[in-house]
């Protein structure tokens, strides 16, 4: 969680690097968001993966700021894959809508 809270960071004070290397980072990303939890599992790993997927919608989030990664073909394909899988859609939506408040509040700070 911690490493897609600094990818997050990074693309926002280095867009430019980020977007060099935003091939390598969206495998990652895919993968965590993907990943199944077995149907034995207990409790705390279920909470361990909805946090992990949390994290890295958070992150692609940050990436689609970037300017001209929508140009990019791999997070394109990750965010149709994102929007045609009903849970994924509904868990970036609502980080969407949190960093939107987020950004607004910042915005009346400053």
Known sequence: MLTYLMVARVS???PGAVLQKLDKLVEPLKLTCTTKVKA?????EYEKQDELKRSAMR???ALMNIP???KHPQLNEFLTQIKSTPE?????E????DSGDNN??????S
Do not use: E, H, T, Y
């Open 12 to 14: 926002q004070l280095c």
């Open 40 to 44: 034995n599992s207990v409790k705390q």
């Open 59 to 61: 992150a692609v989030a």
């Open 68 to 70: 001209g990664a929508d």
């Open 88 to 92: 994924l859609a509904n868990l970036f």
């Open 94 to 97: 609502s980080i969407q809508k």
């Open 104 to 109: 607004a509040q910042m915005m009346d700070l």
